[in-house]
């Protein structure tokens, strides 16, 4: 059964930083490209970041870029998504996503071509 489990959202103000993971389990990880996907209340979910297999290649959404780092451990299964200077607008609940790409391919953007999706966790930043 192929699992995608994120963890690490909570409550934080404007400023700060906070790292959210998510953990791949049932296929073999390094087969993989990830992406982060987010959806505020309302509004449409959007690409955040994504990362090919090997981790050497990633790619940002603009809104975001500069200030979240995206970034994957083999050993443990599992893609970061580290956010520093986080602002009220990044209000959303984070999704992960593995899809079956080519070696040194960055996933898409679009949240449905992906293989497999996670169930979301919240990140809350006060103002």
């Known amino acids: 059964q192929v699992q995608l489990v994120e963890s690490g959202g909570g409550l934080v103000q404007a400023g700060d930083s906070l790292r959210i993971s998510c953990r791949l389990s049932?296929?073999?990880?390094?087969?993989?490209?990830m992406g982060w996907f987010r959806q505020a209340p309302g509004k449409e979910r959007e690409f955040v970041a994504a990362?090919?297999?090997?981790?050497?290649?990633?790619d940002y959404a603009g809104s975001i870029k500069g200030r979240f780092t995206i970034s994957r451990d083999k050993a443990k299964s599992t893609v970061y998504l580290q956010m520093n200077a986080l602002k009220p607008e990044d209000t959303a609940v984070y999704y992960c996503?593995?899809?079956?790409?080519?070696?040194?391919?960055?996933?898409?953007?679009?949240?449905?071509?992906?293989?497999?999706r996670g169930q979301g966790t919240q990140v809350t930043v006060s103002s």
């Open positions: 049932g296929r073999v990880f390094s087969s993989y490209g």
């Open positions: 996503a593995a899809d079956s790409v080519r070696t040194a391919e960055v996933p898409s953007r679009s949240f449905y071509e992906y293989d497999y």
């Open positions: 990362i090919s297999r090997g981790g050497s290649n990633t």
